[in-house]
Structures are given as C-alpha cells and as structure tokens.
C-alpha cells in the first residue's frame, strides 16, 4: 500500500474516534470500559481526547492540499506519532497498576498503537528536509 492511503486511513480513522468521543461520549466511555454511566468529569475528559483526534485529523487532512509544503505532511505525522507514543506509554502505565486487565481498558492503548503504525507507514520516504536545509 502506498503512503498515502495510510495517511487517508488515519484521517478517517482519527475523525470518527474524535467526533464519536464529542458527540457520544457515553457510547466511547462504554468502550473503553469507563462505565455505563461516566461522571461529568469523564464525560468531559472524553471530549477533549475528541477534540484533540479531531484536531489532528484536520492537520494532516490540510497538509495533503495540493498547494502545502511536503513538509507540512511530515511535521503532522511526526506530531501524531508522538501523541500516540505518549498515549499507549501511558495507558500502559495505567492498566499496569490493575491486576486484572479487561479487553475494554486495552481498546485505547491498541487504538493508539494503531495510530503509531498508521503514521510511521504513511510517511513518504523522501530527503525533503535534507535539501531545504541546505
């Protein structure tokens, strides 16, 4: 598969997590394995994590334009990458302290894992920051 369909992929899948955790935040507490009926507080903590998957799925869906930088593509993937590095990092550390681990706290961890994988395939293997620094 070619860089750029994994890229399509990851902004398809980043929209649906982000705008799923806005618009039903119950739905996705009940995924992860919150509980039927989250706080507020959870509910709300739900939404940023939306909010910020939305974000990120705008930013590499604007560095595909025709007209962007090629580097804009792989500065949103490097950024990507990141989050979902610390993401898994932490939700590691988090199910680590349980004694019994559930398929549905995993879900975010592998999700996150997923979108490490998505973005490190969806690079495009090229000297572009090479030749501008020169």
Do not use: C
């Not at 739905?27 to 974000?55: E, H, K, M, Q, S």
């Not at 930088?69 to 993937?77: G, I, N, S, T, W």
């Not at 993401?87 to 592998?110: E, Y």
């Amino acid at each position: 598969m070619q860089p750029k369909k994994f890229r399509k992929i990851l902004i398809s899948g980043r929209a649906a997590v982000g705008w799923s955790a806005i618009l039903m935040p119950k739905l996705v507490a009940r995924a992860w394995g919150v509980g039927t009926f989250p706080d507020r507080g959870a509910r709300y903590t739900i939404r940023l994590f939306g909010i910020r998957n939305a974000l990120m799925s705008y930013q590499l869906y604007q560095a595909e334009r025709s007209d962007a930088d090629p580097e804009e593509v792989e500065e949103a993937l490097r950024q990507g990458i990141v989050v979902d590095v610390f993401d898994v990092l932490f939700g590691l550390g988090a199910s680590g302290k349980k004694s019994s681990g559930s398929f549905n706290a995993a879900v975010p961890v592998v999700a996150s894992a997923i979108g490490v994988l998505l973005g490190l395939l969806g690079r495009e293997h090229t000297d572009v920051s090479e030749s501008q620094n020169e």
